[in-house]
């Protein structure tokens, strides 16, 4: 009996110690990883754009430091328990080779930049804002509002466009003109829009250009490229097309529209067909 009594007051101990154990590793993550963000910070460390993802690595580091202290405290004999181990390796290899794919995935995003949190990207075909970059997926906050989980493992092997690998860019408004204008003149009015209009960038590298595109069928068409940063670069096509459309109307520049004309000829034989009909 003694020895039951002492076996539970043993066990709960080991049990009350993990406990302790754990509680002090999710302290210590919190800790740490406060600690390593405000150091990022202050030094302009890239690695503050993985605010939620290194707080996901601190925590699963502890943890892990937990989990293997907890096992040497709960078991003094850990031959039998890696024996176990040993034979259940093989089945639990196979059934987490697709998370740990993605895991290892997560850590080579992270390492080799990828991508970073609050970036607009298109992955795959996914648009949207890289809401959370966490180890075995990766969380897309489409423009419509959706939210798109990724596996890692798919971002890592994905065609991945950066929307704004800068603060500026390029802008493109197609503009159709009627076959009776004076190209020269429109060519002249389309660069006084453009130049006129206040958001626009310009430097040495990143000018506005107008560029023929071609004979449509009704009009002929050009493209203006312009560079606005990226406040700006939603609204810019709306207010640009305005100040065109504007300068066009004022100088009897005409923007065509597809028309159909409908021609109805009499014929000798729909007369002789209306008689039969009547008789």
């Known amino acids: 009996m003694n020895e ?19 509680l002090v590793a999710k ?21 503050t754009q993985y605010q939620r993802t290194m707080r996901t690595l601190f925590n699963l580091a502890f943890y892990a430091l937990a989990a293997f202290i907890i096992i040497s405290v709960l078991f003094k004999n850990l031959a039998p328990v890696l024996a176990g181990l040993g034979v259940s390796g093989i089945i639990v290899g196979l059934a987490v080779k697709e998370p740990l794919d993605n895991f290892i995935c997560g850590i080579l ?35 419509d509002g959706k939210l798109v989980t990724i596996p890692s493992r798919d971002v890592w092997a994905a065609t991945i466009v950066h929307f704004w690998p800068e603060n500026i860019r390029r802008n493109d408004l197609t503009v159709g003109v ?35 595109t071609g004979y449509g069928t009704s009009s002929i068409d050009f493209v203006v490229r312009f560079w606005v ?51």
């Open 4 to 22: 039951v009594i002492n076996t539970i007051i043993e066990w709960a101990i080991r049990i009350g110690i993990s406990i302790v154990i754990l």
């Open 27 to 47: 302290w210590l993550a919190g800790f740490f990883y406060k600690a390593f963000m405000k150091f990022a910070e202050k030094a302009s460390v890239v690695s």
């Open 109 to 143: 995003i992270m390492l080799n930049k990828l991508i970073y949190e609050g970036e607009a990207v298109d992955i795959g075909g996914t648009s949207g804002g890289v809401q959370e970059i966490k180890l075995n997926h990766v969380l897309i906050k489409t423009w």
């Open 178 to 212: 009627s076959y009776s204008s004076d190209l020269n003149k429109v060519m002249k009015i389309l660069e006084e829009s453009v130049n006129s209009y206040e958001k626009l960038y310009v430097d040495d590298n990143h000018k506005p250009m107008i560029q023929f």
């Open 229 to 279: 940063e990226r406040p700006n670069f939603i609204a810019s096509i709306t207010e640009l097309a305005k100040i065109i459309k504007s300068k066009f109307d004022e100088n009897g520049i005409e923007i065509p529209f597809n028309q159909l004309d409908l021609h109805i000829k009499d014929s000798p034989t729909e007369g002789i067909r209306l008689a039969k009909k009547e008789s």
